[in-house]
């Protein structure tokens, strides 16, 4: 059974940063590429950042590159996601994903609150 | 880019049928063959219900179908039952490796 699970969402200021993990399970982690997508409170799903298989590869939203990193570690079944600069419009729920052309399978999703 | 846009809510009765549309442009639906959806129920992550345009996951009802026109994809879900009420979205993977969500449609069974 695929296991997705997220941490390291919190409560954050303006400008600041925070990293989250996802543990992976219950498929060949090094085989797949993953991805983060975040949903804003009471908003609809909005893709994010995305990594290949052999991490050489990654792609991001338009309006959060240069300030997110997403990163992965094979040997530990990891994804991360770094995330600097932070805005109050980055407020969501992020899920990680395992993902091809669509997201085959969501992890429960990590609350960040980006707030004064 | 902008999501895709999708009626805000639908609504149907147990036992029809309803359809749930996703217009695009010739940019993202129009050129892709990869169109998923995605069922949400309250507080749960989203769930895949269509990939590839048609094609259904593993489990997945087969009250379920999707299809595309030009650039235009629908979802139809039949025989409607109380527990198919939730936010349906779909997406489009893109020419530049990212994924392009619609809006989402709430789904409301009367």
């Known amino acids: 059974e695929v296991q997705l699970v997220e941490s390291g969402g919190g409560l954050v200021q303006p400008g600041g940063s925070l990293r989250l993990s996802c543990a992976a399970s219950?498929?060949?982690?090094?085989?797949?590429?993953m991805s983060w997508v975040r949903q804003a409170p009471g908003k609809g799903l909005e893709w994010v950042a995305a990594?290949?298989?052999?991490?050489?590869?990654?792609y991001y939203l338009d309006s959060v590159k240069g300030r997110f990193t997403v990163s992965r570690d094979n040997a530990k079944n990891s994804l991360y996601l770094q995330m600097d600069s932070l805005r109050a419009e980055d407020t969501a729920v992020y899920y990680c994903a395992r993902f091809r052309t669509r997201v085959d399978d969501w992890g429960q999703g990590t609350l960040v609150i980006v707030s004064s | 880019q902008s999501a895709l846009t999708q009626p805000a809510s639908v609504s149907g009765s147990p036992g029809q049928s309803i359809t749930i549309s996703c217009p695009g442009t010739s940019s993202d639906v129009g050129a892709s063959n990869y169109v998923s959806w995605y069922q949400q129920h309250p507080g749960k992550a989203p769930k895949l219900m269509i990939y590839d345009v048609s094609n259904r996951p593993s489990g997945v009802s087969n009250r379920f179908s999707g299809s595309k026109s030009g650039n235009t994809a629908s979802l139809t879900i039949s025989g409607l039952q109380a527990e198919d009420e939730a936010d349906y979205y779909c997406?489009?993977?893109?020419?530049?490796?990212?994924?392009?969500f619609g809006g989402g449609t709430k789904l409301t069974v009367l």
């Open positions: 219950g498929f060949t982690f090094s085989s797949v590429s």
């Open positions: 990594i290949k298989e052999g991490a050489g590869e990654k």
């Open positions: 997406a489009s993977y893109t020419t530049t490796n990212t994924l392009l």
